[in-house]
């Protein structure tokens, strides 16, 4: 019988560059312009991210049976809230500075368009396996696109990389591109980035078509 659509392995690489959430869907672009001054605060957004697009996925999957076509988005609002709950008070409790830092980032992840998204197009049709993987891949995906942000604003801005100093040091921050540091700099990384992204795609497309002899 033929297949309804990806499968699981399938939708988990198409979320980490086909699909990219970021780079190619340009969802949840408020947070991760926000969160990507340095590699710590990103990658503890991409980890709360991905800790309730999991669950959501997975718990959306197991009550599709029972889903109300008028009632399922204030169904995922519910499901996500709790989760994000769950994340919020895990980092109060375990990681207080990074939750001070992130600050109304991690509850608005209620909303994130990622989350919805996936719970929409995916989990509520499909079986649970299939919404793992794909909930794994676009985590995968939006961890990558967040990573080489963070990374791109905290070499340039300040010359470090997960908070250790790898160039301009004291009496070299004059050569530091403080532009990195601030919103500008924030949208400058993601256009560019977010170029690349899509002619590595159109590379890789090309590559991978079947050629038809003449």
Not at 84 to 106: C, N, Q
Request: glycine share 10%; charged share 15%; net charge positive.
């Amino acid at each position: 019988m033929a297949s309804d659509g990806p499968t699981p392995l399938e939708r988990f690489i198409n979320g980490i560059l086909p699909e990219n959430p970021l780079y190619r869907q340009v969802l949840g672009t408020c947070p991760s312009l926000a969160v990507t001054g340095n590699m710590k605060a990103a990658m503890t957004m991409a980890g709360a991210v991905a800790f309730v697009l999991v669950c959501a996925n997975v718990m959306t999957s197991l009550i599709r049976g029972f889903l109300k076509p008028h009632l399922r988005i204030l169904v995922f609002i519910l499901l996500i809230a709790a989760f994000v709950t769950i994340a919020d008070r895990f980092l109060a409790a375990y990681m207080y500075e990074m939750s001070k830092e992130l600050g109304p980032y991690v509850p608005l992840i209620i909303v994130n368009c990622i989350i919805i998204c996936r719970c929409e197009v995916c989990a509520s049709k499909q079986g649970v396996l299939p919404s793992l993987t794909d909930a794994l891949g676009q985590s995968a995906g939006y961890a990558l696109a967040l990573a080489s942000l963070a990374t791109v604003r905290e070499l340039l801005g300040s010359g470090s990389w997960f908070g250790i100093q790898l160039f301009w040091g004291e009496g070299a921050e004059q050569y530091r591109w403080v532009l990195m540091g601030q919103p500008p700099g924030a949208f400058l990384t993601l256009g560019l980035l977010m170029g690349l992204s899509v002619w590595i795609g159109q590379v890789w497309g090309r590559r991978t078509k079947p050629r038809v002899s003449g």
